[in-house]
């Protein structure tokens, strides 16, 4: 197995990332046919949207979102 990085700004460029990628497979599963591009047409949609989403799961920042929903926890009880 390899790791690949890549470096974001902030959470919100992380977050515009994540979107993008779900709004392609979005558009992908609208799409009637399979992908129109000749030189995909050896390419499974199902596959390739399959690939796409454990992609963006695997760049979710699931330890950070853990982290934030203490800090709220944290905030809403001083609150009160």
């Not at 995909?40 to 963006?56: D, G, M, Y």
């Amino acid at each position: 197995m390899q790791e690949v990085t890549f470096e974001v700004t902030d959470n919100g460029e992380l977050r515009y990332i994540i979107s993008s990628l779900l709004r392609v497979c979005i558009l992908a599963l609208d799409c009637e046919n399979d992908f129109a591009s000749p030189r995909l047409n050896h390419c499974s949609k199902e596959l390739t949207i399959a690939t796409v989403l454990e992609l963006v799961d695997s760049i979710l920042p699931d330890a950070q979102l853990a982290s934030y929903d203490a800090i709220e926890k944290l905030l809403l009880s001083k609150n009160q």
